[in-house]
Every structure is written in C-alpha cells, then in structure tokens.
C-alpha cells in the first residue's frame, strides 16, 4: 500500500482505537461506581438517541465521503456539492429534532436522560465528517478527536463519583461530540467557500442517499435495537452485561473499520478513474490484513476473559466471561465483510447486494433475539448478534465471488485463523499466577509472541507484496 494509506490507516485506526480505549480506562471506575443497572439506563437512552440520529446522517457516511472523493479535484463541484449535501442533512435534522422532543417530553421512561441525549442529536446535525474523509484529511480529524476524548475522560473522573452521577456522566458523554462537530465548522472555510444552491441540487442527493441509508438502518436493527429490544424483554442489568461486553469485543473490528474508511475514498477515486485492477489489489491486501488484525486481537481477548473481566470491571459482572468469547468472534466476520463493503460494494456501486445481506442479517437478528432473550438474555442477545455478522458476511461473500477472488484470498487469510486458535489454546491453559493483573500480562506476552512468531514465518512463505 502507498504511504499516504498507510500513514491515513494509522491515523483513523489510532483514532478508532482511541475512541474505545480511553472509554475502556473509565469503564473499570464507571462500572464500580454506577453498576450494571444504571449502565444499562445510559445505554439504552443512548441507543435510542443514536436511532433519532441515524434518519438525520441517512447515508451520509459513506455517500458523502464517495461523492466528496470522486469530485475533490474540481473546487466548483467540490463546493456545490458540500452545501447542496449538507442543507439536505439540514432540513433532515430540523424534522428529527421535532419529533425526537416530543418523544422526551411524552414517551421516554426517564426524560431528563432522554432531553440530555438532545445534545447528542445536535451534534449529529452538525457532522460534517463525511467531508473530510472524503478529502482524506484523517490527521485532522484525529487530532481534534484526540484532545476531545482526553478532557472527556479527564471529566468522568473528576466530576463523576457516586451513583447520583449518573446524569453528569450523561451530560459529558454528549458533550464531548458537539464540541468535535463545533471544531470542525471553524474549520471549514480552509478547505471550501459558501456557495448558493438550488431545490434541485439538493434533491439530486436524495434517492443516492437514501439508498445507501437503507443498509444503514437494516444494520441499525442488529446493532442499536439489540440493545433495545434486550431492555424491553429482559432488564436495565442485562443491558449492562451485554454492554460491557460489547464496548471490549468491538476492538479488533475498529481496528479494520478503519481500514474501510480509509480505503473508500481511495477506492471510489480509483473507480472513478477506472483504475479497476488497481482497487482490487488494495482489496486483496485488506482482506489478508483484516483477518490478521480481527482472529488475533478476538481469540486473544476469549483466551484472557476469565482473567480479565473480574479484573478490569470488578464484581458482579460474570456473565461477561460468557458473554465476551460470543461476542468478539463476531468481529472476525464483521471486519472482513467491512473490508467487501468499503473497498468493493459501495465504490463500485454494488449498493444492491451490500442492501440485500443486511436485511437478511436483519431478519435474522430479530429474529433470534425474540427467540432466545426470554430464555438466555443477554447471552441470547449476544448470539443472535454473531449468527447475524455470520450470515451477512457469508451472503456478501459468496455475491462477490464471481467477480473477485474470494478462493484465494480465503487461502491466503485462513493460516492466521489456524495461527490464533493455536495461540488461544496455548493461552488458555496457561495457569492462574499470584493475581489476575499478572496472569492477564503473561498471558498476553506468550499469546502475542506465539501469534507473531507464527504469522512470520507463514508471511515469509505467502509473500504478500
């Protein structure tokens, strides 16, 4: 890969690492002070906040970042196309935050939490991300993220300390993402100028968009409303499993996430200049990665559970022990389904099979977790959330295969899932030593050793250019 993807992966994958990690330094002192319960109410005002917000970006994450890259050469359209795609995102956020505080002031279980999470849409209303990652101007965004998510973390520990916090913790969480959204605006004027549009500059975005919005909220349905469905047909303490759980298992799927929002714009750009042979090399190369990076970082983390999770949340998390080795397998299909999404279906507008896996992923979800959360609550939920990732993953897989080389990408990938259970087995009889922190620290060394040793000299056969 060129050096200016690599240094933009490392830039956006610090960033996404970053945005689960220093959540992951407060967690420990968070879950001590608040519970699972009161955990769990966060969440769940939160998913639903996160819905409102989702009809405010619609698609916009990855049909504004492809529009941007496909135009970023031409400051005319450049500029047209910004303020034509963001007064349609405008308009957008004007009926959600409507209807979003009527359902606070007259639907929500706990309104003050409820009016809390406003800010939170607000930000949402201001997100002008898309913009610059179509650009790739990822340093940017990770500078400002960066010192954002410190002073958030910072403020947790300083003002958060008892379980009457619960609002302050909230209200810091809300914060710190209209603040990033603010920083932004100050900025823009250095990369565009205000420009007049017409109704049917506007409109000419919408139908893209809502198509690629479609996906969006099919996926919405197997990430957010698992949590919601979850608190309506169990408790706010099962929320707090699944949460805690989920917060730890999302890491090895970030670190490939943010491959995917690297290489779109790349990969659009490609496509646009019908460089077609070259995208597909950038996608050959990603898939090994993401298979590297997810069955490492997923084993790793199920070989370590028991350890850890009395460790890192304190007691009366032990269903998480259960919950986690579930949970982060499904990264592994998450990040290579990423992978088919980002750098083939959306920047060749296969926008039809990247639709079509995510309902059946949808149908599915829903499915199973109306089946199995009476019985088995949030381990249920947390099945249901793999046999999703699964099935999506494989849909997309086998709708590509005739286009791009599936078999051989699946040969050069599968020696690193072979490499990690290898590792896992050999991790998981390593024996309790004096306390849980240096059990947890001997474990990873060994376990990281193993891997990187084998994933050599299994490189130094492939020979991946």
């Known amino acids: 890969m060129g050096s200016s993807i690599k240094k933009n992966?490392?830039?956006?994958?610090?960033?996404?690492?970053?945005?689960?990690?220093?959540?992951?330094?407060?967690?420990?002192?968070?879950?001590?002070v608040m519970g699972p319960e009161r955990i769990g109410e966060y969440s769940y005002a939160y998913s639903i906040a996160s819905y409102f917000g989702l009809f405010i970006l619609l698609g916009l994450?990855?049909?504004?970042n492809r529009t941007i890259a496909s135009i970023k050469d031409d400051l005319d359209k450049l500029n047209k196309s910004f303020w034509s795609i963001y007064f349609m995102q405008f308009i957008a956020s004007i009926l959600v935050i409507a209807i979003y505080l009527i359902y606070a002031m007259f639907f929500a279980e706990n309104s003050l939490m409820a009016f809390i999470q406003t800010i939170?849409?607000?930000?949402?209303?201001?997100?002008?991300?898309?913009?610059?990652?179509?650009l790739e101007q990822f340093k940017l965004t990770v500078t400002r993220n960066t010192v954002i998510k410190i002073i958030t973390v910072l403020s947790i520990f300083i003002f958060v300390k008892q379980p009457s916090d619960l609002y302050k913790y909230a209200l810091i969480m809300v914060l710190g993402p209209l603040g990033s959204q603010l920083f932004l605006w100050t900025i823009l004027r250095k990369y565009i100028?205000?420009?007049?549009?017409?109704?049917k500059d506007i409109i000419q975005h919408i139908k893209p968009n809502l198509i690629l919005f479609i996906p969006v909220i099919a996926i919405s349905l197997y990430t957010i409303m698992s949590k919601i469905i979850l608190g309506n047909m169990s408790n706010m303490t099962e929320v707090g499993y699944f949460e805690s759980a989920n917060k730890i298992t999302q890491i090895p799927a970030m670190a490939v996430t943010s491959l995917g929002t690297v290489m779109l714009p790349r990969v659009s750009n490609l496509v646009a200049n019908g460089k077609n042979q070259e995208s597909l090399k950038y996608l050959q190369k990603s898939l090994v990665l993401s298979v590297f990076l997810s069955t490492s970082m997923a084993f790793g983390l199920s070989a370590i559970s028991k350890e850890f999770v009395p460790f890192f949340y304190g007691g009366g998390y032990e269903k998480c022990i259960i919950i986690i080795p579930i949970l982060v397998i499904s990264s592994i299909f998450m990040s290579w389904a990423n992978v088919i999404r980002t750098q083939y279906l959306i920047p060749y507008k296969k926008d039809h099979i990247y639709i079509q896996s995510v309902f059946l992923?949808?149908?599915?979800?829903?499915?199973?977790n109306i089946l199995l959360i009476p019985y088995f609550q949030s381990i249920g939920s947390s099945i249901a959330t793999l046999c999703t990732e699964a099935s999506v993953c494989i849909y997309q897989t086998i709708k590509v295969r005739d286009r791009v080389n599936i078999r051989l990408y699946v040969s050069q990938?599968?020696?690193?899932?072979?490499?990690?259970?290898?590792m896992y087995f050999i991790v998981i009889y390593i024996p309790f030593i004096t306390n849980f922190l240096i059990t947890i620290i001997i474990k990873v060394i060994i376990g990281a050793a193993v891997y990187l040793i084998l994933s050599v000299l299994y490189y130094k056969k492939l020979k991946i250019d």
Do not use: E, H, Q
């Not at 939170?120 to 179509?134: K, M, P, Q, R, T």
């Not at 992923?361 to 199973?368: D, E, K, M, S, T």
């Not at 990938?413 to 290898?422: D, E, G, M, R």
């Open 61 to 64: 994450n990855n049909y504004g």
């Open 361 to 368: 992923g949808a149908f599915i979800n829903i499915l199973l």
């Open 9 to 32: 992966f490392l830039y956006n994958a610090f960033y996404n690492i970053l945005t689960l990690i220093l959540p992951l330094i407060t967690a420990p002192y968070i879950s001590r």
């Open 193 to 199: 100028k205000f420009v007049k549009v017409g109704v």
């Open 413 to 422: 990938s599968f020696p690193f899932l072979v490499i990690a259970l290898i």
């Open 120 to 134: 939170y849409i607000i930000s949402v209303a201001l997100d002008i991300n898309w913009f610059f990652f179509g």
